[in-house]
């Protein structure tokens, strides 16, 4: 009994940190049978806990609460964490594809905001992103534009991880900030 009450405690620890979610569609879908249409109803949802984790999820039901419900569980179950520059950006390009949508997604400067169309911006608002410039090229199908995200969003990797998978050290893989300083004033003396 008392193993159960630990181990029921120890769940509600691990659910502690608190998940925003976001709808991002919503279809009726219906089901032709002998005796005319069955409609149920499909949704599309982002979490995150906006400090770099990130999911999505899709659920179908026969009413929206428990379509937005069984959506919100899958995206919690798919999760992926994301690493972030300064915990505001990303840390480099990139692109992501998925079926005929593509996204690139660019790290901006503070104060820049979140330049995304719909879905997009549900992921990066639910990651914690919060000065990125992103555009999707392809299909505007909200399920390809937020699959397409993630999958770019797979792809990044931060100078730490780079470093360590490199057996190197941080500040050998990124550029001193010296030699771009000495190299600019170079070419404004040859000029």
Request: charged share 35%.
């Amino acid at each position: 009994m008392a193993r159960d009450q630990n181990q029921r405690g120890r769940r509600d620890r691990d659910e502690a940190p608190e998940f925003a979610d976001r709808l991002v569609a919503i279809n009726r879908v219906s089901k032709t049978v002998k005796g005319g249409k069955r409609f149920g109803f499909a949704a599309l949802v982002v979490v995150g806990d906006q400090k770099g984790r990130v999911g999505f999820g899709k659920g179908k039901a026969k009413e929206v609460p428990e379509a937005i419900r069984k959506a919100t569980e899958q995206a919690k179950r798919q999760m992926i964490r994301v690493q972030l520059r300064e915990g505001r950006t990303l840390h480099h390009d990139m692109e992501g594809r998925h079926g005929a949508g593509k996204v690139v997604m660019r790290t901006a400067p503070e104060g820049t905001g979140i330049i995304a169309g719909g879905p997009m911006r549900a992921v990066f608002e639910m990651l914690g992103v919060k000065d990125v410039v992103s555009k999707s090229i392809g299909s505007q199908n909200p399920y390809n534009m937020i699959r397409a995200t993630m999958d770019g969003l797979k792809k990044e990797s931060s100078p730490r991880s780079v470093a360590q998978r490199r057996g190197k050290k941080v500040a050998d893989i990124l550029p001193k900030r010296e030699d771009a300083v000495d190299t600019s004033a170079q070419v404004a003396e040859e000029a």
